[in-house]
Structures are given as C-alpha cells and as structure tokens.
C-alpha cells in the first residue's frame, strides 16, 4: 500500500476525458418496472474512503462508477457506466455500428438512446460481438429490436455461438448462483456493502437476449468494412475467453482491446468458475497485438474501463500486461515444478515492483493468489500429490470431527475469537467454518463467521473477493437468497444446436433414479439451425437411456444398422423446445411408444437455484 502511487491521476484524467453527457438519473428499468440498473447508488464514493474500504478498491471505484457518453477519438464513442460493460459506437457513412450491446436489451436501449440524443437519431448499421461473454452480447436485442436485423451484418469471432450458449448448458445453474456472489448485485450500495466488482460495478439484471452472428471472423489479418468503416482483426482464442478477438480501425488509428488488456489484473480462472484460461497464450497474443498494431494506433479503447491514449503509452500498456501474465504464467510453473503446491504458490509468489506498483495490474478483478492457483490446476488439477488428500471427508463430515477432536463447537468459537483478535482472520474464518458445517444451527457461529468475513471483506483490495465475503455473511444471517440474473432466453435456447439440447438433457439426468431405466428415443429435425442461407436437411439423432446415463448420436453413414427405436418424434426445432419445456405432443409426428417420452421425463432433476455456498 505505502508503494501505491496514490498522487498518480493520470487514470481519473483519462476516465473523464471525451465526457460528452450522463444519463440524469441513472437508474434503468425493465417493462414491469423493476429496477435493473442503478448506478446513482453509487454515490457514495464521492467521499473519501472509509476504513470499511480497501483504499486501492475504493479508487477504482471511483473511476468505474463514472458514467455517460464519451468521444474516444473522431467518430468513436462510448457509453460507461450502464452496465459492468461499455458499449462502443462507431460512426459510418449511413449510422453507427455497435460494438458489444452489454448484457441487458434495457440498458442497452439507454445506451443507445444517450448516444443518440448527442449524435442523432443514427441506425444501428453493424453490430459486433468481441468475444462469447454474456456481458458483451446480452443486450442485442436493445440495438436491435426484433424484426429490424434483417440486412445487418453481425460479426463474431470464430466459435462465438457455440462457446457464448454452451456455457449455460453444463455449468450454467452453478455458474449464475456463483456469479451473485462474485459481483454482490444483492448487497446494499454502500461504504460498508458493495463498491464495485474491480472490472466494473456490478452486473445489470435485465432481458439477456442474443441476435446469431451472421458472419465471423476466422484469421488473424482479416479486413472488413461495415457502413464504409474499414476494420483489421486479430483472432485471439483462449484469452480471456475461448471465442474473443482485438480489432483496429486503422483510419480512425483506433484499437479495440476487447477484455483482453483492461485497467486490473483480469482472471485465469474466474471465482463464479469457468474453464480455466491459458495465461501462456494470453500474454503472447497481447505481444502479437503490440507486433501487428503498435505503431498504427494512437487510442486504445477495451469493453470495460477508459481508454488509453497516446502511441507510447498504448505500447507500454499492452507490454505491461503482456509481462504481468507471463510472470503469473512461468514462476507458477517455476514453484510448482520446485514442488509447491498450489497454496503455497499463492503466498510465496511477489510481482516485481514495476508491476506491484502500476495501477492496471493490480488485482482487482483477478488476483495474484487466485490466478497462480488456476495456472496450477491448468497443469496439475486439483490433487497435490500428498495422499492424505486423495480421500477426505466431504466438509460437513470433516466438519464434525475437528469439532469434536478440538472440545466441541464452544472451544472452537472461543479459539476463534482469540485469532480473529490477534488479527488472524484467515484462520478464524477456517475454524468458525467448520463450527458452522457442523451444526448449520448454531447462531453464535453463524454471527462469529459473519463478522469474521465482514472485516475480511472490507479489508480485501479484489473487487469479487470483497463481495463473496459479503454475501457469505449475508447467507450465514439471512439464509440463501435467489438468483436475480438470468442468462437463459427464448433466443438463447434457439441458438443451441440440437446436440447442446441434448446434452442439456443428458446433465440434469438423476442417475440413480435412472438407474434400471432403458429407453431409445429417435428425434428428426426438419429444420437447420438460424442463420442466413437455405435451411439444413432433416437432422435424426438418438438418445439412449441405460444405466443412468443418456448418451446420444447423430445420424451418419451407419445409421441404417442402429435398429429400431422405441419411440421416434419428427418435429422442428421450436417444437422441440415446446416438448422440452413440457409442451407436450401435440401437433407432432409421432411413432412408437409415446410413454417412454414420460420416462425420460420423469427422471430429469430440475437445478436448484439458490442452493447455499457458505452453509451446508
């Protein structure tokens, strides 16, 4: 902290910098009036910052809750500050093409009404997805309304569709409830509640949506021009996410960054869970960026956070960057190839002191001990090697015993106590846990644990540390709460490929249940997915049920051996999500026997979605 360059305001200057206009008030809500965005809340941090803050979060709040329209450079704006995103509009010959429409239609429609009420009533001309996170095309249908898409091209990296709805298929019930954690959307606004989530300040709650790219990008080096506006793209797959590109727009010396370089150190693995990324690759394509763009950009500008501006101080942005994940990525697998561990990792790594004290490496989003953990599992998984933790007890059975083996839960409490007042709350955390997994009933724990993660939240400098602690004293006082983001939608489901429905099937299977169940089921799709073009030829794909397993494969040339199955369906693609959601057969073509569609059914578990995280 000593070491922080606090007298620095270089990054305030530039958060302000192009300010055209705010939205008054800034507060968005969805047609039933519920409030979805609320970034007025935040003005609290007009103030200086408590001691309930970590003053390095507190200052990048400061700069994230900025919110409005902002020139980037000539016929480039932004819009702040209405979501956890930006939204950039570049202007053309006949309108504006919008570069990543948030996560929510309402706060992208706000988005686009601000920048219109400044620049004039502009068409949404272009509109392109940087890469496959719910937070950079959710809002689509803001920018978009339906009906009005038709002709406008949409433009996505290479496996964009695939990788921004297969994640709500496997992990996505978890994922979300986790992601209410990460970002602390529920807690109050407040010095002592929610500041910010480091990459911005929370996530908008609104209609996600997503309009099917009609066109991708496929390699590195390919230029397009929409609306007259000529662009340069760099395919950077397996960054910050697994579908994600950089693009220049050389006549505008301008670069789009995407989330590939913003102002924090972003994460290898995100704490609401995600495959975990490849710092290796990331860093090298951010050199590949400083190779291919360097010397034709005077501005860059990324989907979160202000721009940097200036050829030089773009070129060290995107260096420094490419250093601080390097560094994370080689002295992880320095230390572990020494024989750390993943833990020990994380308490015994240091960035150099020109990283430690540049303000867009800190961790406010990522963390240096998360992130190092990541690069170990991305290498080793999960086991350490010491056999004494091949085959632990699960945390309410491990539980139970430490309680019992240190007194019983009133001498824990007690020790607890004692290591918090001493200033070890990490500790106090650990043991007080463990009360509480052991007898979820005892109130005294759940009140110590509580304040335990208070001050270890208000002392922590991560944007989503600080909130999962808050949220864990939130459960451990009010019980679990609800998931108020939904990332599923009408348009999302029709964007999954049959085989994902399937799959999305096949995970919510109770196996046990499922156990003495055997079944086939043949499903022929007449019509091809969305997109432009003719449609594809019926599709038939079967879904096997035996021990407690449903697998499934799709008709090729050895289909005609299969056999027959004991119940065959031939319907579209909407009639098939009518069927999934319980629609039933109805005006469907149908074969065999009907009942086996009901058995399948009756085996399929429906996902909690407010299971607890920090009670058993």
Request: charge should be negative; glycine fraction near 10%; charged fraction near 20%.
């Amino acid at each position: 902290m000593d070491n922080l360059p606090f007298d620095d305001t270089t990054d305030f200057t530039n958060a302000d910098r192009g300010f055209v206009t705010a939205l008054d008030p800034a507060v968005i809500t969805a047609a039933d009036g519920r409030v979805i965005w609320d970034n007025d809340g935040y003005a609290f941090l007009d103030a200086e910052c408590p001691d309930t803050a970590h003053p390095s979060l507190w200052r990048q709040a400061q700069l994230c809750a900025r919110q409005g329209l902002y020139e980037v450079t000539e016929g480039i704006y932004q819009v702040r500050g209405l979501d956890i995103a930006n939204m950039t509009l570049v202007e053309g010959e006949r309108g504006v093409v919008v570069i990543d429409p948030l996560i929510s239609a309402e706060t992208a429609a706000a988005a686009l009404a601000l920048y219109r009420g400044h620049r004039g009533d502009r068409p949404v001309t272009a509109l392109i997805y940087t890469h496959s996170h719910a937070d950079h095309f959710g809002g689509a249908r803001g920018v978009l309304p339906p009906g009005t898409e038709a002709g406008i091209p949409v433009l996505a990296p290479a496996g964009f569709l695939e990788h921004a709805v297969s994640e709500n298929v496997y992990a996505g019930n978890a994922m979300t409830r986790r992601a209410m954690y990460m970002y602390g959307d529920s807690l109050p606004k407040a010095p002592d509640g929610q500041i910010g989530a480091g990459l911005g300040m929370t996530t908008s709650t609104g209609t996600v949506t997503l309009i099917p790219p009609s066109a991708d990008i496929t390699h590195t080096g390919q230029e397009e021009v929409l609306d007259g506006v000529r662009i340069i793209f760099q395919l950077t797959p397996g960054t910050e996410a697994p579908a994600e590109m950089n693009f220049l727009f050389p006549d505008h010396r301008a670069l789009c960054l995407a989330e590939n370089a913003t102002h924090t150190m972003h994460n290898i693995v995100t704490l609401r869970g995600a495959v975990v990324r490849d710092a290796r690759i990331w860093s090298r394509y951010l050199d590949e960026a400083v190779e291919l763009f360097g010397d034709a950009t005077d501005v860059a500008f990324a989907s979160h956070h202000w721009p940097t501006w200036g050829r030089e101080n773009v070129r060290d942005f995107l260096l420094t960057q490419r250093d601080l994940y390097a560094y994370l990525h080689d002295q992880t697998l320095r230390l572990l190839n020494a024989g750390l561990t993943g833990p020990e990792i994380a308490e015994t790594i240091e960035l150099p002191p020109a990283l430690e004290k540049c303000w867009h490496v800190r961790g406010y989003y990522g963390s240096l001990s998360h992130n190092v953990k990541a690069v170990y599992q991305r290498y080793l998984g999960w086991f350490d090697g010491n056999p004494a933790h091949l085959w632990e007890h699960p945390p309410v059975e491990s539980a139970v015993r430490y309680v019992d083996c240190m007194g019983g839960a009133d001498a824990v409490i007690a020790k607890a106590r004692d290591y918090a007042g001493a200033g070890d709350l990490r500790f106090a955390a650990t043991l007080l846990n463990h009360v509480v997994f052991a007898d979820a009933s005892n109130a005294t724990a759940r009140a110590e644990l509580a304040g335990v993660y208070r001050r270890l939240g208000h002392g922590a400098e991560n944007g989503p540390w600080r909130n999962f602690y808050l949220m864990g004293a939130k459960e451990l006082e009010e019980g679990a709460g609800t998931i108020a983001l939904e990332t599923t939608s009408p348009e999302m489901a029709m964007a999954l490929t049959v085989e994902q429905l399937i799959d999305s099937l096949a995970v919510r299977v109770d196996g046990p249940r499922a156990w003495d169940k055997e079944l086939v089921i043949d499903l022929v799709i007449t019509d091809g997915p969305p997109g432009p073009g003719p449609g594809a030829p019926p599709s038939r794909h079967r879904l096997t049920l035996r021990n407690g397993a449903l697998t499934h494969r799709t008709a090729g040339p050895g289909a005609d051996s299969w056999g027959p199955a004991g119940l065959t369906l031939t319907l579209t693609k909407p009639q098939l999500l009518s069927v999934l959601a319980g629609g039933g057969l109805a005006g469907i073509e149908q074969s065999g026997d009907a009942s086996l569609l009901g058995e399948l059914v009756s085996v399929l578990a429906e996902p909690d979605t407010s299971f607890p995280i920090v009670t058993p």
